[in-house]
């Protein structure tokens, strides 16, 4: 069994240079990983590249007189990310899975098992398969300058399976092996810097980019001469390693609820690695790697992998770039927080002046006033210079009249969600600024073309829909109303771009696509409670999913008001499918702001909610609302697709991805309702097809 | 207040391995200011002693001024080798005598006590920016025959030397030749050489990593029926060849200069005093014997004369031109005073970063002898000029010494 060629993979060639350092006897091969590209497409391995190893380490084996030492390094920038996952789809089977993990172990295990020391010169971003191959050899250098340090597979849906579960726990310890390998990735991927790397014990040595290689190669020199002493400190294998392991599965099962089988197998092959030699550890990742590169929740998480990495950042749909108009001066109306917030981050990535502007002098007083606080607080944090803070404070001001818009480019409405109130305010803007100027709404339900319609130029009116908070969630929602043009649509799309935000083209329907898919979810959890199930059931009924936070737990993120809001609005639109439930209406009056309370210490229901909500009889077990929920949402994508919100089935998991936070393992949520059935069940089909998100048929 | 007048001292100099420029040589695929980083770099790990914010100057010297040479070479290399913000930096050209340009500014500055130390240094990666690239002659050198055309082409340079001084023949510049490749042979194989080095990563796509740690272009296997064989690209039946003239190179290099009493409060070297120098113009189609009246001049002004000299670093960017300071002189062609390790014929040329080079083996020298007293670095400039530095050995124990 061989593993197929990944006809797109671009090789990364190990090319081998024979050098002599000053102060040693003999030669190092000095063996440097690169795909011939720059830094911005990183070294990964597939068949190819290992192959490309494998035999630069057979030339150097054949070498006479025999060399001192080896050492791996990579191309400037990057030494290498890990396996070419673009070849996965390619895997058809599992014996084809099995044999690229065991073709990674045979050669990586080279650096291991050669009879010369060997050293990894650790220059760059090192991830996955990368940090891998220099875990194999015996030495590591690390370059201060390293950008990115990371067993990303669990993230993705894989395990470090060419050896990491194996060798890293037995270099650092278990327990900061689960920090790497677990919580890292499962924490939004997290990155280590050099520093931390190093002070983990990953590497032995930490060196100034400045002349990294020709430090570590003195140091190399030193090793091997007997004068640098390598010391590490010893592992404890007793009751460390097995807290370790607990500590780990709590978090699994606080974050995941056992909903993505990647992160579990890890654990245990972590737990493994503390008496298991080398041979048997790697034994068990080729399985591990095996069965999860031939599982859906992989395949799903690649997809969204790749949802998130390229169609993010080139949205589909959108009119041509060069059609964007100039923006020198942004106009926010309002200064309440989503107006202050605003502001902040106009002024951080654009650079422009953003004026405000509130009828209110004291709400515009505070709406500056928090903007300052917060540009302090990052000074605070050394995130800003005090000259950077002082230019940020500068370009935001206020303003009780619209006047000052008169030189605006781009004006954002934030102001009370009501359509009236929306509608006269843009017309005062209008009668201020240019013919030009884009008008953008935040709203999160109201239909922008009927904001725009009282307008003398509808057509630069566009939706821009932000998720709080506003600086953290990467999705803004880019409406295009009826009569919304292209020259405001690309300015929008440039302005989002330039915020560093992942913008979606959808149309103006009620709530676009989170706040409508999100409340059609909630509604059905909350008809559960209302029709008599208990909150802790419905509550808990979707942790198979291992969704970011439960039902009702979002509700007091969102917040019982403005969910309330938009269901009302969603309701009208749609009055079959999406109910207003008269209990949330009563939180909403009796201003209560969640659920449920931890004051004792555990999560109870709120005694005072409990008594506020008028339960029926009919209680649902957990499996039933999930169908429920599932089914609701189901139906609802099939229904907006149909509709023509989003140009495709991609962009909702888009969305449900980067604007809710729905795990990669369920592919945003289409594959998933794929993968389960539901689709079919109740759409009569699925929505992308078989081998998109999810194994081949 | 008068400005005072305080001893400069040479601290010590290091270089990057030279290579030979092109697409074959070892820092083809390197970056000029990397290489002269490196050598930053290295002049203060070599030297703990020297506090980084004490560096007063960064005086960098290269000629093609563009590219990775350009953006105030002096003052981005400073910033790249992570020296603090507080440490300034500028840009030097003056052709081949950049470095020594470069140390006899920031000498200039000690001496007035405005500096206190400064690190200076040189680069030329003739691969990347070959001589003349983008240079724009003004049309009146021509059409006022301000300078010879063959000014510009610095061979050409070479054989009106030969024009003006027929005794100082091919066959005695090949032999000279000889002599420097042996000379440089035998001092590498005493370790002479490796002293200096600071082994620098070598980028190349399609090789990988690897690492200079040895010169490039010497030619140890050199024979003398070899060189008179070699062809005469400036002239049919000319006498400058590849042989006998420095190569095209690649390579950088730099030093720390001290005012002597901070280099005492701080505990550096003192590796020589620096007793004067001069700079001096010559018709630019014969630049080669720039280093004469350099020379005169220098020695003129430190009260001294060729006979007090006991070393002599002499740049070798052609034979022909050491050979017409030597006979100007009377120094014999292979005067054991003169470039015991060889010069710039073996080791190369990367213009201007030679004049450190000569300076640091003046101070290895120096050590090694200390019956001499005083040294001459020197070398001609293109376009017409020489520069001569003389050199006081701080390690002399003759009967005279301070």
């Known amino acids: 069994m061989t593993t197929p060629e990944f006809a797109d993979e671009v ?182 810097k050099a520093k931390q790397a190093y002070e983990l014990g990953i590497a032995d040595a930490l060196f100034e980019p400045a002349d990294f290689l020709e430090r570590s190669l003195e140091w190399a020199a030193g090793v091997l001469r007997g004068d640098i002493a390598v010391n590490r400190p010893e592992i404890d294998r007793g009751q460390a390693w097995d807290d370790a392991i607990d500590r780990g599965r709590a978090f699994l099962d606080a974050k995941l609820h056992g909903a993505a089988p990647a992160p579990y197998r890890a654990l245990e092959l972590i737990a493994l690695a503390r008496d298991a030699d080398l041979t048997t550890g790697t034994a068990a990742e080729d399985e591990a790697l095996a069965d999860l590169v031939m599982s859906d929740e992989l395949r799903a998480g690649l997809y969204s992998f790749d949802l998130v990495q390229k169609r993010a950042k080139r949205p589909v749909g959108v009119p041509d770039k060069s059609l964007a108009r100039p923006v020198t001066k942004v106009g926010v109306v309002g200064a309440g927080l989503m107006a202050g917030q605003l502001a902040l981050l106009f002024a951080q990535r654009l650079e422009v002046p953003v004026v405000l502007t509130d009828l209110d002098q004291g709400r515009l007083d505070k709406g500056i006033a928090y903007a300052h ?100 969630l990467p999705l803004l929602e880019i409406v295009r109303a009826d009569r919304t043009d292209d020259a405001t649509l690309a300015t929008a799309f440039a302005v989002g771009k330039k ?38 059931v419905a509550d808990r009924s979707v942790e198979p999913l291992g969704l970011p936070m439960s039902p009702f737990v979002l509700l007091q993120l ?13 309701h009208e639109a749609f009055p079959d499918r999406f109910s207003v439930s008269e209990n949330l209406a009563r939180l909403v009056a009796a201003r209560k702001t969640a659920i449920f309370t931890w004051d004792s210490g555990t999560q109870q229901v709120d005694p005072e909610v409990a008594a506020l909500f008028q339960q029926g009889d009919t209680p649902l077990t957990g499996e039933q609302v ?51 059935g539901v689709s079919e069940r109740v759409t009569g089909r699925r929505f992308l097809p078989a081998g998109v998100a999810s194994l081949p048929a | 207040m008068a400005a005072s007048t305080r001893d400069v001292v040479f601290v ?96 200039g500055g000690i001496a007035m006590g405005a500096l206190d130390v400064a690190i200076a240094g040189g680069v030329e990666h003739m691969g990347r920016h070959p001589m003349g690239e983008g240079v ?106 590849a042989g006998n003239a420095a190569g095209l190179n690649d390579g950088a290099t730099g030093c720390i200069m001290a005012a002597e009493d901070t280099a005492r409060e701080l505990g550096l070297p003192v590796a020589m005093r620096m007793v004067g120098y001069s700079f001096a113009g010559v018709e630019p189609e014969v630049m080669g014997i720039g280093p004469v009246p350099a020379t005169e001049k220098a020695l003129k002004r430190a009260g001294l004369t060729i006979d007090d000299i006991g070393l002599f670093e ?16 009377g120094i014999d062609d292979d005067d054991p005073r003169v470039n015991p390790w060889g010069g710039a014929i073996a080791i190369g040329h990367p213009l201007a970063s030679s004049g450190v080079r000569l300076m640091t083996q003046l101070a290895h020298h120096f050590a090694e002898r200390p019956e001499v007293r005083y040294g001459i670095t020197s070398m001609c400039i293109g376009i017409g000029q020489g520069g001569t530095v003389i050199w006081e050995n701080p390690h002399y124990t003759g009967s005279d010494a301070k």
């Open chain 1, 11 to 192: 090789v990364t060639k190990a090319l081998v240079q024979y050098v002599e350092v000053p102060g040693l006897d003999g030669e190092i091969a000095l063996i440097t990983l690169d795909n011939g590209h720059d830094h911005t497409r990183p070294s990964t391995f597939g068949p190819g590249g290992l192959a490309s190893l494998d035999a630069a380490l057979d030339a150097v084996e054949a070498r006479t007189p025999a060399v001192r030492a080896i050492a791996v390094t990579g191309k400037p920038f990057i030494f290498a990310v890990g396996a070419d996952l673009s070849g996965v789809p390619v895997l058809q089977n599992r014996d084809q899975a099995l044999e690229l993990g065991r073709t990674g172990h045979r050669v990586f295990r080279r650096l291991s098992d050669a009879s010369v020391p060997t050293f990894a010169f650790v220059n760059g971003a090192v991830m996955g398969g990368g940090l891998e191959v220099a875990l194999h050899a015996r030495y590591r250098t690390l370059s201060a300058g390293a950008a990115a340090i990371a067993f990303p597979e669990c993230f993705l849906g894989l395990v470090p399976g060419w050896g990491g579960t194996q060798l890293l726990p037995n270099l650092i310890g278990a327990d900061k092996a689960i920090t790497v390998i677990l919580e890292n990735a499962l924490n939004q991927n997290k990155m280590l």
């Open chain 1, 373 to 472: 606080a917060e540009i302090d607080k990052l000074a605070g944090r050394r995130r800003l210079s005090p000259d950077r803070a002082n230019r940020l404070k500068a370009l935001i001001t206020g303003s009780p009249t619209k006047d000052a818009f008169a030189d605006a480019d781009f004006v954002i409405e934030a102001v009370f969600e009501d359509l009236k109130v929306k509608q006269q305010v843009l017309a005062e803007v209008e009668a201020v600024v240019s013919e030009t100027c884009v008008l953008a709404t935040n709203t999160s339900s109201l239909s922008i073309t009927d904001m725009a319609s009282r307008l003398a130029h509808p057509e630069r009116v566009v939706g821009f829909h932000f998720f709080n908070p506003v600086a953290v």
């Open chain 1, 499 to 536: 915020l560093k935000k992942s913008c979606v083209l959808v149309k103006d329907r009620p709530a676009f696509v989170v706040n409508r898919i999100l409340t059609r979810f909630m509604g059905a959890v909350t008809s559960a409670v209302d029709e008599g199930t208990d909150f802790e």
């Open chain 1, 558 to 570: 969102v917040g019982p008001a403005v969910a309330h809001h938009v269901s009302e609005t969603l």
């Open chain 1, 626 to 676: 999930r169908d429920r929920a599932l089914e609701a949402i189901a139906q609802e994508v099939r229904l907006m697709l149909d509709e023509g919100v989003v140009a495709e089935a991609q962009d909702i998991d888009l969305c449900m991805l980067l604007g809710a936070g729905w795990p990669f393992h369920l592919g945003g949520i289409t594959p998933y309702l794929d993968r389960t």
């Open chain 2, 12 to 107: 010590d100099g290091v270089r990057t391995p030279f290579g030979k420029a092109g697409p074959k040589g070892m820092y083809a695929g390197t970056r000029a200011d990397d290489l002269v980083v490196r050598v930053i770099r290295e002049l203060i790990r070599r030297h703990p002693e020297l506090p980084p914010e004490r560096i007063d100057e960064v005086a960098l010297a290269a000629t093609t001024q563009i590219g990775d040479q350009g953006l105030t070479l002096g003052r981005v290399a400073g910033l790249l080798a992570g020296l603090p913000k507080s440490v300034p930096g500028y840009s030097i050209d003056r052709m081949c005598a950049g470095a020594m340009t470069a140390v006899t500014s920031v000498a």
């Open chain 2, 136 to 241: 724009d002659p003004n049309p009146r050198i021509i059409s006022e025959k301000i300078v010879d055309p063959s000014a510009l082409v610095m061979g050409q340079t070479a054989e009106n030397i030969h024009d003006r001084y027929p005794h100082l023949t091919k066959e005695r510049c090949d032999l000279f030749a000889l002599g420097s490749q042996q000379k440089y042979a035998k001092a590498l194989a005493d370790g002479k050489i490796g002293q200096d080095l600071v082994p620098m990563a070598t980028r190349s796509a399609e090789k990988g990593w690897g690492l200079a740690s040895a010169d490039e272009p010497p030619r140890p296997e050199t024979t003398i029926e070899g060189l008179r064989g070699l062809k005469t690209p400036f002239r049919p039946q000319g006498r400058v060849t």
């Open chain 2, 314 to 329: 002499l740049n070798e960017a052609f034979a022909v031109q050491v050979l017409a300071l030597l006979d100007h002189y």
